[in-house]
């Protein structure tokens, strides 16, 4: 299994920014889709964004589209999560997650990491 290290989490004061990185082992990093879910304080977990090995291929979940960028860097083994515009609603633990099947990564996931937290201050 893919041991992955979220960082990049803080706190922020709304409408910054923040980018996430998620450091992944391995040596087949680039044959997994990656993805970021998110848990607020008594809600359930919930996706955020995902992509494939195609890097041109993502999906975002409606309440991030348009302020969020997923992206991959293969020859780091990281994956990124640029957040614009942040919301006192994006306060969460955010995670990365991978699976070499994409359908587990917009869904349950698959191996995850640790979670970095943010704090969007109103």
């Known amino acids: 299994q893919v041991q992955l290290v979220e960082s990049g989490g803080g706190l922020v004061q709304a409408g910054g920014s923040l980018r996430l990185s998620c450091a992944a082992s391995g040596r087949t990093f680039s044959l997994y889709a990656m993805g970021w879910f998110r848990q607020a304080p008594g809600k359930e977990r919930e996706f955020v964004a995902a992509i494939g090995w195609p890097s041109t291929i993502t999906w975002y979940a409606d309440s991030v589209k348009g302020r969020f960028t997923i992206s991959r860097d293969n020859a780091k083994n990281t994956v990124y999560l640029q957040m614009n515009s942040l919301k006192p609603e994006d306060t969460a633990v955010y995670y990365c997650?991978?699976?070499?099947?994409?359908?587990?990564?917009?869904?349950?996931?698959?191996?995850w990491g640790q979670g970095t937290q943010v704090i969007v201050a109103s």
């Open positions: 997650t991978a699976d070499l099947n994409w359908t587990k990564i917009r869904t349950t996931g698959g191996s």
